[in-house]
């Protein structure tokens, strides 16, 4: 049975939704750290698709002229889609819909194995040293690429589906396999957010079809999806600005220290 969500605990839960769903930090890692540290506190579902829903429409209003573009050109380009798949725009969107295929696969096989491994410290610990590992690693690279190919989209897309694992973040696991197969920092970080907007939006719209998604519904979890709405724009653009200046690798000196001491404290408890 869910626990109700205090006021004041809405807008706790909306600051670290909005801000470790997109920093290269993983929302769920730090979640499952919240549930070791002061026990599992369930939240009612309508909370959480609320909280999903306030990142989502940050990250469309902050993406909002690429959307609006992909969207004009795809109308347009279903007149002749063979001329439309040799433009940008036709081959970005053919990416984001090729990636996507192989997330959906991967988040759903993992969907109900990651419950478990959630409450398992050295899981979570490896999979934030992975998440450090992944955004550490171009640094050493130089991209030039600016579009992938068709096996490469679909790596990009599986290794965004490997995000639903505790730990390993869905943003930096997502731009940090971009570079690594060649894309310079600002298109890594454009192709990821467009990416997850059909991942998060169909993730979202399965939680909000639950029998269960409309209890609990109230005051508390509009006000966290605000919050979640209003911090997951300044974090969007803290991604933007780390990837431009070639820095996304620093989040990596927050996560490493933090995947050690969990693996230290299974080992320890």
Not at 146 to 162: F, H, I, N, S
């Amino acid at each position: 049975m869910a626990d109700p969500i205090s006021l004041a605990e809405a807008v706790v839960l909306g600051v670290v939704q909005g801000a470790t769903e997109f920093l290269p930090v993983s929302s769920d890692g730090h979640l499952a750290i919240g549930a070791m540290l002061f026990g599992n506190h369930e939240m009612p579902l309508a909370f959480v698709v609320m909280l999903h829903a306030g990142t989502l429409l940050a990250t469309v209003i902050a993406f909002r002229k690429d959307v609006a573009q992909l969207t004009v050109s795809l109308a347009r380009g279903l007149r002749s889609p063979r001329d439309y798949l040799k433009t940008d725009d036709g081959w970005l969107t053919l990416t984001i819909v090729v990636a996507s295929v192989p997330t959906a696969i991967v988040g759903l096989l993992l969907e109900h194995r990651v419950e478990a491994w959630a409450s398992v410290k050295w899981i979570v610990g490896v999979c934030l040293l992975g998440s450090a590992a992944i955004i550490a690693l171009p640094a050493l690279v130089r991209g030039k690429t600016e579009r992938l190919t068709v096996p490469a989209a679909l790596l990009l897309g599986a290794a965004q589906g490997l995000a639903v694992l505790p730990g390993l973040s869905r943003s930096g696991t997502s731009i940090g396999v971009a570079m690594l197969l060649g894309m310079t920092g600002p298109k890594a970080f454009r192709l990821s957010f467009l990416m997850s907007l059909p991942a998060v939006g169909g993730a979202v719209l399965l939680k909000a079809l639950h029998p269960e998604a409309l209890e609990g519904l109230g005051a508390q979890a509009a006000i966290g999806a605000v919050v979640a709405f209003v911090v997951g724009l300044l974090a969007i653009w803290a991604v933007r600005e780390s990837v431009s200046r070639g820095k996304l690798w620093a989040f990596a000196v927050y996560l490493t220290p933090l995947g050690i001491a969990l693996i230290v404290w299974q080992f320890f408890s």
